[in-house]
């Protein structure tokens, strides 16, 4: 749906989601082009993949089913049933009127989670998605593929601790509401050690997001442009980019 | 990669126990097999014979090149071939206003890439581009931000950034219900659309807190923070927090890595076990050994 990084012109094989192949094929050339403005419908339905997700997980092998967290995956299931019976049966079909009311609330429901999906992206869709070796620190790394949201203390509640995004990766198991006053610590260690504390507006992180996408599209234009050109001409004559 | 960081002490102490050696000296982390790190038997190369594979690429810390797992080319298998093509194309055109990828500033870019070559320069360049902009990555630059970190680690522990302030969880639980109030209200009152955006908000809040759990970093405690986890990901929310947190270690564990992607990118449970087991096997410890060891003093 989305491309982050130019690796993936060449279809990249995920090693998490057990070697699904991210295939670079017609659809993709076709989506990449629009990614920019896709990305926020996109977003907002979001939500819906995310069940998908979290049942193909409790089905998988990748849920543990031994050892001293053997009971995770049962209670999990169980929540997850009471979740729909709650919210399908109960609310959706039982209180609220059938038709257009109820495919509503649906959408409408699952589209307020919209702030949540970007906020998640917006940690590290604008960020560098290079790999440096393995002789790069940890810190550095994190520091490098990670970006914090700026806002007041007031509205620390509405980006619930992913603000410090930074800190957070540096510190994981570190209670969200320490993470303010960390974020001082980290910004010293950043000045001592010459790394650069990533740090943008919540409109700026937006724009960065979207302009790292449109670069993509770019990206992906000139490719097709060289693609196009070698089979037309099957010569190395350059063909005038602005028709591009 | 940081263990200390991502695991309580109380639990690295259960994880000595299975230490079977220390490593002397300045540790150099290898590019892993599944990464393109190539390794051979030692009797290949000709070493001693206890050691069963060798790391050939141990950290070329000055050049970063593109693995090549994604394309079939490294910048330094590429240049030749690209010096070698006569009819260069010179273009400092750009398309719509963005910088075109220029590999070589001097001579412009050439329109004969084929997708892999365009890929691995593109991948290049914003490598190159990280290189200069942060510290070195040569070994010594490296361990003293390694250093550094685990000094700050040290003083987050002692300074009781761990230590987690309950009272700000009951302005968090306080706010959860005032929303959740909201959207039962609205629903009684058949207002549906706001009914509905008021429980979009309540779920977007109160994930943050699944999030918080998900991490063990509310009471520390697994079970305690597990169940937080399940009553609000699984049961309020639908979505299964042991998904979450399978894809989420990944995410932390090789953040913003394209080429193992999950959701929002990463790494899998074999990549680790292949890494220690090389790791181990390179560093002349042997299992088979080991095993002998444990079997004849049983």
Known sequence: ??????????????????????????????????????????????????????????????????????????????????????????LLWKTIPHGKDAWLFLLVSHMATLPLQIQITLSHWGASTSDLGPTEAFAQRQLRTTVDVACPEWLDFFHGGLQFQTVHHLFPRVPRHNLRKLSVLVRNFCEETGIDYQILGFVEGNHSVLGKLQHITDQAKILAACQKHMAATGSMNLPNLAEL | MCNWILHPRRLLKIDDRFRIGLIEGEWTNFVPPIQGGIFRRAVEIGGETKTPLVNDNTSNATSVTRRPQAASCTSEELEPELVATEQTAVCSEKVEGTDVPEPQATTGWKLEYDPDSYTAIAVQQAIDADVAKYPSLDADTQREIAIKFRALHQRVHDEGYYQCTFSNYATEIGRYLALFGLFLTLLHYEWYICSAVALGIFW????????????????????????????????????????????????????????????????????????????????????CSLRHQLSSAR
């Not at chain 2, 929310?237 to 990118?265: A, E, Y």
């Open chain 1, 1 to 90: 749906m989305f491309t982050t990084s130019p690796a993936f012109f060449s279809s990249v094989k995920s090693s998490y989601y057990n070697g699904f192949q991210f295939i670079w094929n017609s659809v993709a050339d076709f989506t990449v082009q629009y990614q920019k403005y896709t990305y926020y419908p996109i977003m907002m339905v979001a939500r819906f993949n995310l069940y998908y997700l979290s049942w193909l997980h409790l089905a998988s092998a990748r849920s543990i089913k031994r050892g001293t967290a053997a009971w995770i995956r049962p209670t999990e299931v169980l929540a997850c049933l009471c979740y729909i019976y709650l919210f399908f049966y109960l």
């Open chain 2, 204 to 287: 977007q809040q109160i994930m943050f807190t699944a999030h918080d759990a998900g991490h063990c970093g509310i009471t520390h405690n697994y079970v305690i923070d597990s169940l937080i986890g399940i009553f609000i990901g699984n049961f309020v929310c639908g979505l299964s927090i042991g998904w979450w947190k399978s894809s989420h270690n990944v995410h932390h564990f090789v953040t913003n890595d394209p080429v193992s992607p999950n959701s929002r990118q990463y790494t899998s449970r074999c990549w680790l076990i292949k890494y220690c087991r090389y790791t181990i096997q390179t560093h002349r410890i042997s299992l």
